[in-house]
């Protein structure tokens, strides 16, 4: 998810330049360097393994081994970005080689980053970088290091990383008064028994949470326009992939937006995100949005007392001017950057669809259900397939369930 919209959670120039020029050089189409001999990639990965090995064990002179020494601005960088990442407790850290093309002594590498936070990732975060080495008296080092096209940048890259640590939390800050970042991993601790309580699934009962400085800087961390991501108080990274497999997730919150919610706004905001950590096994391509944030909400509303209205106030405006719904939300209608009210709307409808999943047919039923449209291989028939089997009905005899229940629970 990203947010609830209801409630308004919602180096030198010349060394650069020159830097580009080789990788243009040695990728533009017609003048393509020859692929890297199995030597040449055995020797930059024995540099990029001598870097790894430096993180992991606080070694920054090793560290600034992997670079050219007479590459004084981007030693700086890297040195900087090592002592960022200083408090930052590693289990792994990893360069996994991809494309590496040479042109006499210089080469372009197509890299992935790969980390975990020990005692929270059982999988790697993943980060795809692009390195340009250059090859002095038989040995590789590193030129120029920049994030892939389209990847995010990491967080120790915006500055100095600050850790608190909670029960069942980590969150790690940049530019953060530690009070802040105290009470993020207390209600970030809250969250977690309750993930666990409506999501009886098994999850690592575990979550990572970012505080980048601003929204600007959420949405480097997001790879992403910031403006898409304004009013929006959190959002949670990691991607659908087969059922059953999960890589690591971050929820990153949105200093700006998250910090003029109330407790209990908050509170619902981290309950969310961490649904989508616990359910992220469980999430796949077959997946609609309207099911994944409806269940993160139905987790995160489920047992405050709360009434119909004070949740979904934007779609009972609609259902009493007579305007209900003909239909489920679309995944677009969960685009960011878009109607405020209509996003409200689609967060809204989803919720109450797993309502009425949970009192028509039961909780443990809408997990079940939730389980088995994702176990689905694509989107196509999934959620038919799931509704058949699971709840003993039909997508066109549910969507009339569903607009019956709106109409009951939001026109009075």
């Not at 970030?188 to 098994?202: E, F, H, L």
């Not at 919720?351 to 196509?380: M, P, Q, S």
Request: include cysteine; proline fraction near 4%; charge should be neutral.
């Amino acid at each position: 998810m990203a947010g609830q919209g209801r409630t308004r959670r919602r180096v030198r120039a010349m060394r650069r330049t020159a830097g580009l020029g080789l990788a243009a050089a040695l990728l533009a189409s017609g003048c393509a360097a020859p692929e890297a001999s199995d030597t040449t990639v055995r020797d930059i990965r024995r540099t990029l393994d001598g870097r790894a090995a430096a993180v992991l064990a606080h070694d920054r002179a090793a560290y600034l081994d992997a670079f050219a020494p007479d590459a004084t601005q981007l030693r700086a960088t890297a040195s900087r970005e090592f002592q960022n990442l200083a408090d930052v407790p590693l289990r792994s850290w990893e360069y996994r080689l991809g494309q590496v093309r040479r042109q006499g002594s210089r080469a372009v590498a197509e890299a992935q980053l790969r980390y975990r936070i020990d005692g929270y990732d059982t999988a790697p975060v993943t980060a795809s970088r692009r390195l340009e080495l250059a090859e002095r008296d038989g040995h590789w080092y590193v030129t120029a290091d920049r994030a892939a096209k389209g990847a995010a940048q990491q967080l120790w890259q915006q500055g100095d990383v600050q850790v608190v640590r909670g029960r069942h939390s980590i969150v790690l800050g940049v530019g953060q008064k530690a009070e802040r970042l105290r009470g993020l991993a207390a209600t970030a601790d809250r969250a977690v028994p309750a993930v666990s309580d409506g999501w009886p699934s098994k999850w690592t009962g575990r979550v990572v949470v970012l505080v980048p400085a601003s929204l600007d800087a959420m949405g480097a961390l997001l790879g992403s326009p910031a403006a898409g991501y304004r009013g929006i108080a959190a959002v949670t990274t990691g991607e659908t992939r087969a059922a059953g497999t999960a890589p690591a997730d971050r929820v990153i919150v949105n200093p700006d937006a998250y910090g003029v919610l109330g407790d209990f706004g908050q509170g619902v905001v981290l309950t969310h995100e961490t649904t989508h950590v616990a359910t992220r096994a469980h999430t796949s391509a077959a997946t609609p949005m309207w099911l994944s944030e409806g269940f993160a909400d139905w987790v995160a509303y489920r047992g405050t007392g709360r009434t119909t209205g004070q949740t979904a106030p934007e779609l009972q405006r609609a259902v009493q001017r007579g305007e209900v719904p003909a239909a489920l939300p679309d995944d677009a209608d969960f685009a960011f950057g878009g109607d405020a009210d209509g996003l409200a709307q689609a967060y809204e409808g989803g919720w109450l669809a797993c309502e009425l999943i949970a009192a028509r047919w039961g909780e443990e039923r809408l997990t079940a259900f939730y389980r088995a449209v994702g176990d689905g291989k694509d989107r196509a028939g999934a959620v038919e397939k799931a509704m058949n089997d699971v709840l003993g009905t039909t997508p066109a005899d549910f969507t009339v369930r569903w607009r019956e229940y709106l109409r009951e629970r939001l026109e009075g």
